[in-house]
């Protein structure tokens, strides 16, 4: 194991859990299966945190691409811009059919949700809001 459960999961403050998972990401550590199922288990509402799990999982599920798709929107970390979109490996195109998609399943399937899944794709639409007003 490579990272500190007890930092992820239940750590002193915020802080102390973006640090782990900064220091994991920043050094790109090989994460077991064990360290991605905690990772996956982490409720963490920081956008730079969802983002820093979602490039460390690099999984293609729908709360994980809402997940990288919240880290390819962050405004001052562009390491982190960067290997979002880079796992994404998606067009401008497709990135707007996942929206689409993604913004279906919040709408549609909103009760069969977990109360962490519509957390994320609450706070990757309240980002997409806000970029678009900005424009």
């Given at each position: 194991m490579n990272l500190d459960k007890q930092k992820i999961l239940n750590?002193?403050?915020d802080y102390e859990r973006h640090s782990e998972l900064t220091?994991?990401?920043e050094k790109q550590i090989e994460l077991t299966q064990e360290d991605l199922n905690l990772l996956n288990a982490?409720?963490?509402e920081s956008y730079e945190s969802?983002?820093?799990i979602g490039c460390l999982l690099k999984e293609d599920s729908n709360i994980n691409n809402a997940r990288l798709l919240i880290a390819s929107l962050?405004?001052?970390n562009d390491n982190l811009v960067d290997r979002?979109?880079?796992i994404l490996n998606r067009t401008d195109t497709e990135i707007k059919t996942l929206i689409e998609q993604l913004s279906i399943r919040f709408i549609q399937e909103a009760d069969e949700l977990s109360e962490y899944e519509n957390k994320v794709y609450f706070i990757l639409f309240e980002?997409?809001?806000?970029l678009e007003e900005t424009e």
């Open positions: 750590p002193n403050s220091r994991l990401f982490c409720k963490t969802i983002g820093i962050h405004q001052y979002a979109i880079q980002l997409l809001s806000d």
